[in-house]
């Protein structure tokens, strides 16, 4: 260890004590939030930038991707389904006519049920949202460090504008995308380094008459991909462009990385027809740091799971091979009392590959909040709380626990030797490459046509 410094023990001011504290205000810690509340539970989302969302507004991956599985059975119900509504509520979006009243089945040949949207609307459309369903917000809050008693969270410490405060709760959901929460709290964990990607909207004139020609917003102001696209392989995080998004060496590392493949590529379309519109803000880390649960999803696992909160997909997968998550990937028996939701749930290999997606986020969000919201309720340990009546609660709430009729046969695509792997994307993302080789080529991007990515 390098020099340290002792800080003097002192006493910190308790904010709030509630039943359920939610960190991270991404869409999984929006759902986790909505979903503990609307089971009565007082809950507080701590969130250490000023907008939800999270690497969908903030990070620019305003592309829901699909909760059907491309044969026309709809995967996701509940909140999965409901935040891609609220994400488009006062935006543009392209859920295909089919989907558009929300069905259990379309056509067999039916578009896929996804949506792009524009992020002001879907940020303002999440805090009227998080608004009506009476979940108390803190902005501008990072969570620092856990107040624990034996293998229990009693509370958190966190860092605002007004200095270092705590709160308490019965039951903590872990929404922070990197497992600080549960990591710092003692539970064990992954970590993983993820390539580097940049997204951006920009606007020229080609684009504009495009989109004015089909009458179609989303086409006249196109997302750019600069930076690497996933493989969908193992030994992505073997790449030289990858960084480790759980230091603040890695954080500035990729932040550098990738805002100089914008500056590049500003410095080359600069003209009068052209704008970068946007810029993430938030780092594009795909997967950093994960619970390592009681139990996980794996890719060449078992379909049928008894204690399933819902069905996942693979959704870029044509059609799309259906899992379903079991409960037991939420939580640790290292700790009695803390959930994980979204990107960081447990999940080996491609399998974590599979819940990152956005779709998926959301659903083990509102699995989470629903647990934690019962919990806080019976009083009981997380490994002590009822998992049937965990799933009832779920069902009633719309979400598919187990693989709906007609999707058994879903091949699994990637487990298909040689088959093609659909590069993560939606529509409308003009998609520029990096070749690895090229490491000072962080300087000499190069277009590469789409057929090559
Ligand atoms: C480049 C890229 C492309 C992608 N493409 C797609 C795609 O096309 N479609 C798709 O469905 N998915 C895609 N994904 C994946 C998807 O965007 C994310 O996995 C998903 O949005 C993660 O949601 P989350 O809520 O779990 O985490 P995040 O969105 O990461 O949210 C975590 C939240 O926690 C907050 N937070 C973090 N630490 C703290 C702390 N200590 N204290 C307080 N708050 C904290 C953050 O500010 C953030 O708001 C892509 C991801 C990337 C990076």
């Known amino acids: 260890m390098g020099k340290t410094v002792r800080i003097e023990e002192r006493d910190i001011p308790v904010v709030r004590e509630t039943d359920v504290i939610v960190v991270g205000g991404g869409l999984a810690g929006v759902a986790a939030a909505v979903a503990a509340s609307r089971h009565g539970a007082r809950v507080t989302l701590i969130e250490k930038s000023i907008v939800l969302g999270g690497l969908a507004t903030l990070g620019h991956v305003c592309v829901y991707l699909p909760i059907d599985d491309g044969r026309g059975h709809k995967i996701y119900g509940g909140l999965a389904e409901e935040l891609m509504r609220v994400c488009v509520r006062y935006s543009q979006d392209s859920i295909p006519e089919q989907w558009r009243d929300g069905p259990d089945t379309a056509p067999e040949d039916s578009p896929r049920y996804m949506s792009n949207f524009f992020i002001p609307p879907a940020v303002l459309a999440l805090d009227e949202f998080v608004q009506q369903e009476g979940v108390d917000v803190v902005f501008d809050t990072v969570f620092s460090e856990p107040i624990m008693e034996g293998n229990t969270v009693k509370g958190i410490v966190v860092e605002n504008k007004s200095g270092r405060t705590a709160y308490m709760a019965k039951v903590f959901v872990d929404a922070s995308g990197d497992a600080d929460l549960v990591y710092r709290a003692g539970a064990e964990t992954e970590t993983l380094k993820t390539i580097v990607s940049h997204w951006f909207h920009e606007l020229d004139f080609d684009a504009m008459k495009k989109g004015i020609e089909e009458g179609d917003m989303l086409k006249a102001v196109p997302l750019r991909w600069l930076g690497l696209v996933p493989s969908g392989q193992a030994g992505d995080e073997n790449m030289e462009l ?112 599979i819940m990152r997606f956005i779709p998926a986020c959301v659903l083990t969000g509102q699995a989470a909040g629903t647990a934690a919201a019962l919990a806080a309720k019976e009083n009981c340990s997380l490994q002590e709380l009822d998992v049937k009546e965990l799933q009832r609660q779920l069902e009633n709430d719309g979400v598919k626990l187990h693989r709906p009729k007609g999707t058994e046969g879903n091949v699994p695509a990637r487990r298909r030797r040689g088959a093609a792997v659909p590069p993560e994307c939606g529509p409308q993302i003009n998609r520029f490459y990096v070749r690895t080789d090229d490491r000072d080529g962080i300087r000499q991007n190069q277009d590469i046509p789409d057929e090559h990515v």
Request: one cysteine or more; charged letters at 25%; a negative charge.
């Open 242 to 353: 990858t960084c480790d998004g759980t230091t603040s060496e890695g954080v500035n590392e990729y932040i550098r990385i990738s805002r100089g493949l914008a500056l590049d590529w500003l410095k080359k379309h600069q003209r009068p027809d052209y704008a970068m519109l946007t810029l993430p803000f938030m780092p594009q880390f795909r997967m950093t740091r994960r619970l390592i649960g009681k139990d996980e999803l794996r890719y060449d696992g078992e379909y049928h799971i008894e204690s399933s909160v819902g069905c996942v997909i693979a959704s870029l997968d044509e059609p799309a091979t259906v899992y379903e998550f079991p409960y037991e990937g939420l939580i640790t028996d290292l700790l009695s009392n803390v959930l994980a939701a979204g990107r960081m749930v447990s999940a080996e290999g491609r399998g974590w590959a």
